[in-house]
Structures are given as C-alpha cells and as structure tokens.
C-alpha cells in the first residue's frame, strides 16, 4: 500500500506538469508573438520569478489534466491514421475466440493451447469477458488490485508516462500552430523560425511514438501480471 500511495502519486503529479508544458508555452507566445528565439527567451526571463513559476507549473497541471480528454481522441486518431496498434494482443483474439475456446477446453488439456489460448480461458473463468478492450482492461485491473499490487503499480506507471507523452505530443502540435501563426502575423519568415515549426512537428512525432511504446507497455503488464496471478490462484 505504501509503495502503490508514494510511488504513482507523485509521478502522475509530475507527469501531468511536464505534459501540460508545450500548452502553457503555446498559449504565451499566443499572446507575446515574439519574433526570434532571442525574443521569447527575453520576454520569459523579465517576467519570470518564483511566484510567477509556481503559478506556470500549476497551469501547466491544470492544462494537461484537463485535456486528457481531447488528447485521447487525438492519439486514437493518430494510431488510425498512422495504422498503430495500441494493444499488447490483438483485440479480436482476446473478444472473439472466447466461445470457442470454452467448447473446445472440454475435450482438450488447456496446457496443450498456446499462450494467447489459456490467457482468454483465464479471463473467461476469472473475470467474465466483456465485449471492449477497455471494459477487459478495467476488469483485469480491479483483479490485480487483489491479488496482483506490483503489477498494477507498474502498469500505472506505464500508463503515467503514455498520458504524458500523449500530451506532449498533442501540446507540441500546437505550439507548431502557434510558431506558424506568428509568422504569418511577423509577415515573415526566417530560418530560425520555420526550425521551430518543424522542430515542434518532429517532436510531436517522436512523443506520439513513445506514447504508443507506453500504452503497449501497460496493456502486456496488466495482461500478463493477470495471467501468472490467475494462474496462481
């Protein structure tokens, strides 16, 4: 209990900060179009203080825990454009071979099916089998909260560090929006500026892989630490 209460707080704290971050800066420059590099550093340096920094770190929670939402329906969106897939499993093997799976466990040693086989049995006879990947994954997750802790802690820490880099990626977005919009208001374009565009597209990119690597990394934690604690039991 003490590790799963001073662990995950904490980094969930953390993580929300850091991924608010690009928002904050995006919604400054917004309204202080700086034209350099130069420019932006010297407006945030003659404003900044303690006071103002505890504010902007505040900000920056509040932001990226609010648009947890939004961001979720961007990343969906971005995994079917780009054709990524989130789950450690594919989802029609987990929904779909249930039925047939439970008839043919009756004449069949269950040791003698692969992996994925006896995972889908496990989840039959343990949890029920519901007809989404989130309602799985919510109900695998309530089971490790009894008999599984230290998986359950990994897994949040993983989907901490997905939610993070989810919404890096959606702020970086924007912060290139906002990079592209003040050059359209300066009336022109320099190098400096147009490396910032691009520089914060590339980065969105980036963080929008990691992000993928993480959700990956929490659906096999939350699966497997199912399996060997129901196969424990």
Same mark, same amino acid.
């Given at each position: 209990?003490?590790?799963?209460?001073?662990?995950?707080?904490?980094?969930?704290?953390?993580?929300?900060?850091?991924?608010?971050?690009?928002?904050?800066?995006?919604?400054?420059?917004?309204?202080?179009? %700086?034209?350099?590099?130069?420019?932006?550093?010297?407006?945030?340096?003659?404003?900044?203080?303690?006071?103002?920094?505890?504010?902007?770190?505040? %900000?920056?929670?509040?932001?990226?825990?609010?648009?947890?939402?939004?961001?979720?329906?961007?990343?969906?969106?971005? !995994?079917?454009?780009?054709?990524?897939?989130? =789950?450690?499993?594919?989802?029609?093997?987990?929904?779909?071979?249930?039925?047939?799976?439970?008839?043919?466990?009756?004449?069949?040693?269950?040791?003698?099916?692969?992996?994925?086989?006896?995972?889908?049995?496990?989840?039959?006879?343990?949890?029920?089998?519901?007809?989404?990947?989130? =309602?799985?994954?919510?109900?695998? !997750?309530?089971?490790?909260?009894?008999?599984?802790?230290?998986?359950?802690?990994?897994?949040?820490?993983?989907? %901490?560090? =997905?939610?993070?880099?989810?919404?890096?990626?959606?702020?970086?977005?924007?912060?290139?929006?906002?990079?592209?919009?003040?050059?359209?208001?300066?009336?022109?374009?320099?190098?400096?500026?147009?490396?910032?565009?691009?520089?914060?597209?590339?980065?969105?990119?980036?963080?929008?892989?990691?992000?993928?690597?993480?959700?990956?990394? =929490? %659906?096999?934690?939350?699966?497997?630490?199912?399996?060997?604690?129901?196969?424990?039991?």
């Amino acid at each position: 209990m003490d590790l799963f209460k001073f662990a995950l707080g904490p980094y969930e704290f953390f993580a929300a900060i850091i991924g608010g971050v690009p928002l904050v800066i995006a919604i400054f420059l917004l309204y202080n179009p %700086a034209v350099s590099l130069q420019d932006s550093i010297g407006l945030i340096q003659t404003s900044l203080s303690l006071q103002v920094l505890i504010a902007l770190a505040f %900000a920056s929670y509040l932001l990226g825990g609010l648009a947890q939402g939004v961001t979720w329906k961007f990343f969906l969106a971005l !995994c079917n454009l780009c054709d990524r897939d989130i =789950h450690y499993f594919p989802a029609d093997t987990l929904l779909n071979r249930g039925e047939w799976l439970r008839g043919l466990a009756k004449d069949i040693d269950p040791k003698t099916l692969d992996f994925e086989s006896r995972l889908v049995l496990l989840l039959y006879d343990k949890i029920g089998m519901p007809t989404t990947m989130n =309602h799985l994954y919510s109900r695998v !997750c309530s089971y490790l909260k009894e008999n599984n802790r230290p998986s359950l802690i990994t897994a949040d820490l993983y989907q %901490a560090t =997905h939610i993070m880099y989810r919404n890096l990626s959606f702020g970086l977005l924007i912060l290139g929006g906002v990079f592209l919009v003040n050059m359209l208001r300066a009336g022109a374009a320099s190098f400096e500026q147009v490396a910032l565009f691009l520089g914060a597209l590339v980065l969105s990119g980036t963080a929008f892989v990691r992000a993928v690597s993480f959700k990956r990394w =929490h %659906a096999r934690e939350v699966l497997l630490g199912f399996y060997f604690a129901a196969c424990g039991d």
